[in-house]
């Protein structure tokens, strides 16, 4: 299966391609008033997409730690991102396309201790959190209403079934009914997008970190996006998608550090 990395590849190469030949048989005419119009008022839109997208960027988007809480062993996910179709296109879809990337049983697993390092063999980038994620995690099962505590280990199939190869190693969970203490600490997150945002594919998210016992917003981290194509689909790209290559804080870097231990 391809990562979203490498559709985003592929798209950019089809895109390129669609634009080149319709150029090539365009681009010998002189354009037409009513397209020299189109071009101008497409050309106005992604500015003022742009303008606001740094407006955001440099007033709103960022990391705010207010307090951070030393040995904690398990968190509450307030919500889980849904495990359904992706977002690709939907301009007003307020589901927070800056976090979809993780969905579902996915989303569980970003939070439990291992899970990044057994995924992941490159070294972590200087400046950036150690992920070493917690020793379980709770969150309501949105299919029965009821919480659950989940704790993650590595498996080795291969020391029982012939079909794996030697060493091969994969991370899963367990799931069991949350009973007795539950964690004081919760996240969640929102879609903050406003109309005139969405118009101008412009996504907005929030992250944050509650004190569940005295309703304190510990840490926050605020989002934006934007397709500067506005949403074009031509070669079949996907706007959101593209959108990511525009993201503030960037998704590729993280200068804020972290305790190991700490709730943020």
């Known amino acids: 299966m391809k990562t979203h990395r490498q559709v985003k590849t592929s798209l950019f190469v089809w895109s390129t391609v669609a634009l080149l030949l319709t150029c090539a048989g365009a681009c010998t005419t002189t354009p037409s008033p009513e397209r020299v119009k189109q071009q101008a008022e497409a050309k106005a839109r992604q500015e003022t997409a742009m303008r606001m997208w740094k407006e955001r960027c440099a007033t709103k988007a960022g990391v705010k730690i207010h307090r951070t809480v030393d040995n904690v062993d398990g968190i509450f996910l307030m919500k889980i991102r849904p495990d359904d179709i992706m977002n690709y296109g939907d301009q007003f879809k307020m589901d927070d396309p800056y976090g979809s990337d993780s969905t579902g049983d996915r989303y569980i697993l970003n939070f439990l201790k291992g899970f990044y390092h057994q995924q992941s063999d490159k070294p972590i980038a ?24 989940y704790t993650g280990r590595v498996e080795e199939p291969w020391q029982t079934d012939r079909a794996y190869l030697k060493g091969y190693t994969r991370f899963v969970f367990d799931k069991v009914p949350a009973n007795g203490t ?45 397709d500067w194509a506005q949403g074009s689909t031509v070669g079949y790209r996907s706007p959101w998608l593209f959108a990511a290559d525009n993201a503030c804080p960037d998704f590729n870097s993280d200068n804020v550090r972290r305790d190991r231990k700490s709730v943020v």
Do not use: C, F
Not at 126 to 149: F, H, L
Not at 196 to 204: H, K, N, S, V
């Open 182 to 226: 539950h964690p004081r600490y919760g996240v969640t997150y929102d879609d903050i997008s406003t109309q005139e945002e969405r118009e101008y594919w412009i996504a907005g998210s929030s992250l944050r970190v509650i004190d569940l016992k005295t309703n304190e917003v510990i840490a926050e981290r605020i989002g934006y996006m934007v």
């Open 126 to 149: 200087a400046g950036s959190p150690p992920r070493e994620g917690y020793r379980y995690v709770e969150a309501v099962d949105p299919k029965d209403g009821r919480q659950y505590r």
